[in-house]
């Protein structure tokens, strides 16, 4: 009878991984499933140079409006909601901007630069040129460095043990994402980031770390290009950026920035307009495939919306933020405490946000400011308000 048990436990096991896809990831045995990833509904063009509309179901536009508002003035805790759209079943469905602010502005995205280096990296992918349980490595470490052999699944998964600090640290001059972006780092992100050293065993505890995303980046870079000097390392992922991801699915206004080294500042920095990181939120909601192309691998999307293998965090998947199917979420809070438990999300300071939700087909993009500090718990139950209408 232990023995058939076993085989049972094991069967099980197998069947999960399975369900998860083939970026699961042994740690990832046993874990919730996920909601599945609706299609384009057949009757609704895919969008090109503009969205196709639809009308809100009766009721809905008069309970949305009020949460719409919030773009017309400064909130206490909200801050400024710059811009707010809403796909719902592959349309356009409703938008609002900050006056001063249009469909054709560009908007910062801050870390949800990172999600979309997460759809970089499933491109290297899906054309062989990595293999994500291999280590990623870095030129600048020597050859029996413990660094050498952490693999880039690890990194997107903010599971890689590096000594980072910046959530909750209130000294700027202690806060590595500042000392990276805006102080000695700023110059070349890549190099700072390879000189931080390991605190943790990889793969056991998850720490936010954006410095592990430009190292990502900078590994990228090898891996489309041939080194070469900053000018043209720049000009060379730009066009991979362009080619592999924006363009396919029809990101005409997104801007990535670069440093002086010419590194992709994966950790927070795309200029790109509402609706177009609406596009890429749609790209996710509907597993990477855009009209009909598989533009990431088949289970990449699974990959980033389930969680890390480490104990201590079930907020975290790949390059987005997740919500856990219990409990308010560890270590920090959860974006929504009410639901729907399959949201997960692009997010980046000040509030930026590329939320999808497979459940209800759904997919809210919000920009603007607010103060990190306060503000946060506000955004969730907007969040939650708008999402509960669909």
Known sequence: MLSEARSVVVLVGVLALVALGPFAGAERVGAAPLV???PQPADVPWPEASWPTGRLAAGVAERLEPLLAVTQTVQTKLGETRAVVIIHHGRLVAERYMPGFTAETRLLSW?????????????????????????????????DDPRTRIP??????????????????????????????FGV??????????????????????????????????????????????????????????????????????????????????????????????????LYLRDGVWAGRRILPEGWVDFARTKTPADNSDIYGAGFWITPPS???????????????????AEGHEGQLIVIVPSKDLVVVRLGRLDDRIGWGALGEWVENVGALF
């Open 36 to 38: 599945a990833l609706p």
């Open 111 to 143: 870390s949800v630069a990172k999600s979309i280096t997460h759809a970089l990296a499933g491109s290297a992918v899906r054309r062989g040129l990595i293999d994500i349980d291999k280590p990623m490595g870095n030129p600048r470490w020597a050859t």
């Open 152 to 181: 880039w699944r690890h990194w997107l998964n903010m599971v890689d043990g590096q000594e980072y600090r910046e959530i909750g640290v209130v000294v700027p001059t202690r806060d590595d994402g500042a000392r990276m972006l």
């Open 185 to 282: 780092g700023r110059l070349d992100v890549a190099a700072f980031s390879a000189s931080l050293p390991l605190l943790h065993t990889p793969g056991t505890f998850w720490n936010y770390n954006s410095a592990g995303f430009n190292l990502i980046s900078d590994a990228l870079a090898r891996a489309f290009a041939a080194p070469a000097a900053p000018a043209e390392r720049r000009a060379r992922m730009a066009a991979v950026l362009r080619d592999e991801l924006f363009g396919p699915i029809g990101m005409r206004s997104a801007q990535p920035e670069f440093d002086a080294a010419g590194n992709f500042v994966a950790s927070a920095r795309v200029y790109a307009t509402a609706r177009d990181f609406a596009r890429f939120g749609l």
């Open 327 to 345: 409990g308010r979420g560890k270590p920090y809070l959860a974006l929504v405490q009410q639901g729907p438990r399959d949201l997960f999300v």
